[in-house]
């Protein structure tokens, strides 16, 4: 029986690049979002919503009698400080970035407690790891996914139970050209030297891929980690050694 694994937001960006990796990998996979995908077993599932997601989980489940991996990706961007960020967008920001990565691991952890093994993966930020500017909410968001992946893994370890979180720099994805696309239209910017001058921040001298993210999550939840829990793995070209 193929082992089965969860993915939140496998439909485009990093997350499809996720999904199409796990299937490579011999896992039947389960794509979470409001997004129709053809990759995957597709569920339509709002992410932002617990009673949802905890009922697309124990469908899934049911049908499966097992969940071996979780990869919490569903996530949005919202460019602003402090200041410019209303509560509606602070509430727009938690309630998929952190509570719906809550609601899926809450979901999952019992099936994996039971079967006394799993592996789960918060797609987190380098913001965990430094601050950017414009990006409050955000980076908020996924400084809490990096401490769910701490707390987790010190938690569940006693049930075979594994959590990590990986940090992506730069990635070239849709979410990253619809930020780019709004600071331009915004700031009256040529996209394409925008794009340059990110690239040239990177150490690297260029934009991650989705694939490069979905290479270090396939190794996570793999059993050559088998002895990597709780930790932070930075994939961002060097940009947060500077």
Do not use: W
Not at 60 to 85: F, K, M, P, W
Not at 104 to 129: F, H, K, N
Not at 147 to 171: E, H, W
């Amino acid at each position: 029986m193929s082992e089965v694994a969860i993915v939140t937001g496998g439909s485009k960006g990093i997350g499809l690049a996720i999904v199409e990796k796990l299937e490579e990998q011999g896992f039947r996979v389960y794509n979470l979002d409001i997004v129709t995908s053809d990759k995957g077993e597709y569920r339509h599932c709002d992410m932002r919503d617990v009673a949802n997601v905890q009922r697309v989980i124990a469908d899934i489940y049911e049908r499966e009698e097992r969940i071996d991996v979780l990869v919490c990706n569903a996530g949005i961007h919202r460019s602003a400080n402090i200041e410019q960020t209303s509560e509606a967008l602070l509430d727009e920001v938690i309630a998929l970035n952190i509570k719906g990565a809550f609601a899926a691991t809450q979901a999952v952890l019992p099936v994996m407690r039971e079967a006394r093994q799993g592996a789960i993966v918060y797609i987190s930020s380098d913001q965990a790891l430094v601050g950017k500017r414009n990006s409050f909410a955000y980076n908020l968001s996924k400084s809490a996914l990096a401490s769910m992946a701490k707390t987790t893994a010190l938690d569940y370890a006693q049930f075979g139970i594994r959590a990590n979180a990986v940090c992506p720099g730069t990635i070239e994805t849709p979410l990253f050209h619809s930020a780019i696309d709004s600071y331009c239209e915004r700031a009256g910017a040529n996209k394409d030297d925008v794009v340059a001058e990110e690239a040239a921040l990177q150490p690297l001298g260029r934009l991650g891929q989705p694939e490069e993210v979905a290479n270090l999550v396939a190794f996570l939840v793999s059993d050559q980690a088998s002895f990597i829990t709780g930790s932070l793995q930075v994939i961002d070209g060097g940009y947060t050694a500077q």
